[in-house]
C-alpha cells in the first residue's frame, strides 16, 4: 500500500525537538536540493536511492524559524526496510495514501491572521510546515488539484 514516512523528532534535539518532521536537512556547500533530500532520506532512514527516484519538487515553504524548505518527491518500489538513526529519529510513522485524504483542521491564533493547518495523522496532530508540505502533496499529488499552501501558518511552537 503506497504512503510516506513521517517522523517524530527526538527530545535531545537542538532544533525543533519532539516536532513531527519529513525526511530532510540543510544543504551541504555545493549541494542541490535533489542531492541533499537523498541524502537526507539514507541518512535518516538509511534508503539509498538514485536521482531517478525523483518524480517532482513542490512549492518552496518558508518557515518561521528561517529555513526555506523545498520538498522533494520521491517513488520508491516495494516496502524498503529502513534503518532509522536514533540521533535525529525517534519514531517513524508510516501514512498511507487513504490517510493522507483525512480533512485538515485550519484554526486561528492570536499571533497571525493566516490559517494554521493542522493534520489528523500519525495518532497526533502534525502542524506546519511539515503539515503544509504532506496537505501540499495530498492536494497536489493524489488530488490533481492546484493547491498552494505558502499562506498556511505554524503553530508559535515552531516559530523557534
Not at 529502513?82 to 484554526?107: G, K, M
Request: aromatic share 8%; glycine share 6%; hydrophobic share 45%.
Amino acid at each position: 500500500m503506497p504512503g510516506i514516512w513521517v517522523l517524530k523528532r527526538p527530545a535531545s534535539m537542538r532544533n525543533h525537538a519532539a516536532q513531527f518532521a519529513l525526511p530532510g536537512g540543510r544543504l551541504d556547500p555545493g549541494e542541490t536540493a535533489r542531492g541533499a533530500a537523498l541524502r537526507e532520506l539514507d541518512e535518516e532512514l538509511g534508503i539509498a536511492l538514485g536521482d531517478d527516484a525523483v518524480v517532482g519538487v513542490l512549492d518552496d515553504y518558508e518557515t518561521r524559524s528561517g529555513y526555506l524548505m523545498t520538498p522533494i518527491v520521491c517513488w520508491v518500489d516495494g516496502d524498503p526496510e529502513i534503518t532509522p538513526n536514533p540521533d535525529e529519529v525517534q519514531n517513524v510513522f508510516f501514512v498511507t495514501f487513504n490517510d493522507l485524504a483525512a480533512a485538515p483542521r485550519f484554526i486561528s491564533i492570536a499571533e497571525s491572521d493566516r490559517p494554521v493547518i493542522q493534520l489528523p495523522i500519525a495518532n497526533s496532530l502534525v502542524h506546519a510546515p511539515t503539515a503544509a508540505v504532506i496537505y501540499q502533496f495530498a492536494q497536489v499529488v493524489l488530488a490533481g488539484l492546484k493547491t498552494r499552501v505558502y499562506d498556511l501558518e505554524q503553530p508559535v511552537f515552531a516559530w523557534k
